[in-house]
């Protein structure tokens, strides 16, 4: 139970880090613009496949940086000459164009590397156990990816509250015009934001590619989890979606470990008569086979008591 408990939660925190490096910038884009990106986990992908060439071409520290960089100029551009243009049309206009492009960035990947999963290996500098407990090994690798998800996160944290450039952020968040009115190019920072958000969404990829499957439906795995750690954390909070972001990963990895179902419950306690009837199949399936659906029912239930999220506000 002990080991369970330990790498369960290392795991949960793994997972949860990784979706705080993506629904950071969704938060941030959806703060400063008002729009749901719907193209946002494309970006994730784009990520693990520009990490994946790199890789084969040069290095993994290599693409640990430039791939990124190329995300974050083609998120920068995707904001200055789409969602920029879009704009004037309204939000149903600018989430219709997300919407286009998370297709579009699923055909081009398919055109050039195929519909079939790629070889994108841990690199050899980190394929090695991290530590042993209880006879189990904890892959250094993943130890690599949940460092690097908490030193971006303190890293956004410390520009976000520290400095100037994250002065103007959170005033362009909220008060645009008055930034604008200061000297400021809010279409600039707006581009800015887009872009960087693209960018985190492209260093989860690349770190997450050698761990998970990179294939063109990863966008579509993480995609929906993703706007329910935005929209449960609250919509526009980046504290909220870092809370929701481990909230979720911690609950949805112990629940996939946990192999009991309620008739093994029911047996424990001395029920050992089988249940009869219509309902007699779900009293024999267990957590983990429920654990993809637990993150929806507790959007449901935050939806219906709290509608603004853990962290979210009214807008006045």
Known sequence: MLELV????????LYGMLLFLLASGLTLIFSMMGVLNFAHASFYMLGAYFGFQISQWLDFWLALIVA????????????RWGLR?????????????????????????QMIWGKLPVDYRVPPALDFPAFTLFETTYPAFRMFMLLISVAIFLVLLLILTRSRVGLIIQ?????????????HDVPKVFMA??????A???IAGVIAGPALVTQPSMAHVLGPILFVVVVFGGL???????IASLLIGLIQTFAIAINYSLGDVLMALGVTRPIQGLLNDLWQVTVAQVGPVIP???????LIFRPTGLMGTRET
């Open 171 to 183: 005033a362009s968040l909220s008060h645009p015009h008055m930034v604008a009115a200061l000297g």
């Open 193 to 198: 934001v887009f872009g960087v958000g693209s």
């Open 6 to 13: 330990i790498f369960s939660t290392l795991n949960g925190v």
């Open 236 to 242: 526009g909070s980046l504290s909220g979606a870092f």
């Open 296 to 302: 929806y029912l507790m959007l449901v239930l935050i």
């Open 200 to 202: 985190l969404a492209g």
């Open 68 to 79: 990124p960089v190329l995300v974050g100029l083609i998120g920068a551009g995707v904001e």
């Open 85 to 109: 243009t879009v704009h004037r049309w309204g939000h149903v206009a600018e989430l219709l164009f997300t919407f286009g492009l998370a297709f579009v960035i699923e055909e081009l990947v």
